[in-house]
């Protein structure tokens, strides 16, 4: 316990040229996005696509919104793990637990970018929120409990999940040393401060269960209590949303995943159980979901409102039908190599991750397909049928968004590291 | 308000009078009319619908407001004010009937003229826009909240007032007192005597989407409510 | 125990501090009628409401980092 660690683990504090070309890649386009946003500020919203319903025909929640829902959607997650790995004491998991804590946190920090990003004020949106938001309106839950509340609480949990990694690099002399030791403040590894800290992790993630549950459905609410939206008004929208921000994040979870395993010194440590486990719940996450999806289709088949049956047959045959129908084959496609990965019991890495990329695309579409048609199609008085295009802006604003999550990514595993430590004789 | 539908010629004089005295910039329409043909030639029929904003009693657009900038008033009024409106436009995708406009860019780049244009400026005497009401910029009501007129901010979204700066001097709103025909009736529908609980109770009325639950205060007499065969002809196709 | 004692406090005084700021000072529920439907009664409370949710999670930051008495830690959790 007492030796120095010469090196610090996983290319801590080793920034290699590739990873430096990376992230200058990245921090172009999270520039390009950043430039889009500062139009948007300067100009007004003027240049995105969007436009008001009735009688402009347009769209007035696009991209941006989309994207909340989905960034939301992922951060998913990193909670999942860290509950499933102390209250259901999967502890095999325990080497994929700190990529996924901080995929949580960047997801929401790119959640509350896109927020900013859709708001007209944004920044007598944030004065104003936290002085006079109102608990009636259902973004009170996603301003507080989402992007307040659970982005705090995660950010505690990735911190004090790390204490015990922080204590041992901080033995290794070296630039980042300083940063280690403050991020232990004064771990050291007794039985008593380790029973602490599995306890202490044990109840955060408790806590942070009803959070997310919490945080996705009141997401689902913001559209389900829309009387006036047909398509939107539906009591599916709550229990879908937690699910779909299952898919996404596990399956962008596995992305993550094999890149560290590809490219992270060590990173075999992620082993094929891990990835087998991970497949395996992205596969009963997917059922679930396509469960929603085939209910909600067939009852608004079978019968519907006359505005319903506009939306509708929008999705299924109209406009916006090359998206559904693609969706769904992203998430069917992806089912079918998971089922046969699970009765094989195993498979190449390869199909995982087109897996994870697959349901990902889908679940860009099926936010984007919640969002926009009940705006453009089925309006309650005769206005006729609107159009949206998001225009470039919205495009680079959203590929900013990509590529400042994977800077930050890229960033975190060089600070700090990526997996959790060798554990020794698990407590 | 109460309107009759039989007397509506489609004229869209409302809607200009609206315009010029909220100061609504281009493509903004608060006061807005359908224009609606049914049925098979020869047995067409055309007829208009006024429609403001209803200022519901159960207003979806006031219960999603975050930060309450969309309120509804003791005397009925559902307002905006566009100080503390953070533009999320929840309001506008909440409302059934689609009347919620947004500041999309500077509203002074929105006018339909260039009125700093030299050759524009000499007719207009200089002032820009020239319609620009005075008592838009003053707060209203004992809350003393900045909730008048059109084209305040970049980034807010505001909708028919009913002119509340009118009725809080005791006139009508603008598009009631310009109808050449008087098809819309402004007034207190809690006192039996004004003109529009008469003519609502001469005649069998309706609200639009009155399903929904919204508990619109905007009542029609005369004719009937849009339905699948009602198609927008003329519909204003304006867009930024 | 006084770790125990100050991490369990923290936790009520959170969630107690939540459900005041949304029940209570917060703009108040119901079929909006009035102006007062889209007023907080007391300015901020929303920030009193996320204060409360921070004030839970920062238990479980005191309650592993809270220094032992100088000397001796006592066994206990």
Redesign the interface.
Known sequence: MAEQIATLPYGVGRASARWKLLVAFLAGIAILGWYGWYLEIRRGMIVTGLRNIGPMGGATWGFDVGFVVYWAGVSFAGITMAAVIRIAKLRQLRPIARMAEALTVVALILATFAIMYDLGQPFRGIINLFRYARPQSPFFGTFTLVISGYLFASAVYLYLDGRRDAAICARTPGRLQWFHRLWAAGYRDTPLERERHERAGFWLAVAIVPLLVTANATLGFVFGLQVGRPGWYSALQAPAFVLLAGVSGIGMLIGIAAVVRRTVADGERLSDDVFRWLGNALMFLLLGYLYFMVVELLTNVYTGSEREREVTAALLSGRYAWIYWGSVALFVIPLALLIVRYFRRGGGLATLVASGIMVNLAAIGKRFLIVVPSQTHGTLLPYGTGSYVPTWVEWAEMAGLFAFGALLLALFAKLFPIMPIGERDDA | MVIDLDRCTGCRGCMEACKIENNTPQATFWMYVFRFEEGEYPGTKVWFMPRPCMHCDNAPCVKVCPVGARYKREDGIVATDWDRCIGCRYCEVACPYGVNTFNWTHPEEQYYLDWQDPGVASTTGGSVPPWSNPDLELPYGPEERRIAGGGRNKGVIEKCTFCVQRVEKGLDPACVVSCPVKALVFGDLDDPDSAASKLLASRHSFTLLEEVGTEPRVHYVGGHPPHSESKQVEAVEARV | MKRRVITLLMVAAGFGLQAIA?LFL??P???????R????RV?????L??LG??L???A??V???M?DRAGR?T?E?
């Open positions: 949304y917060a703009a529920l119901g079929i909006p009628s009035a102006v439907f889209s007023n907080p300015p901020f409370a929303p920030a409401f996320i949710v921070i839970v999670f920062l479980g930051v309650y592993e980092l220094p830690s066994g959790g």
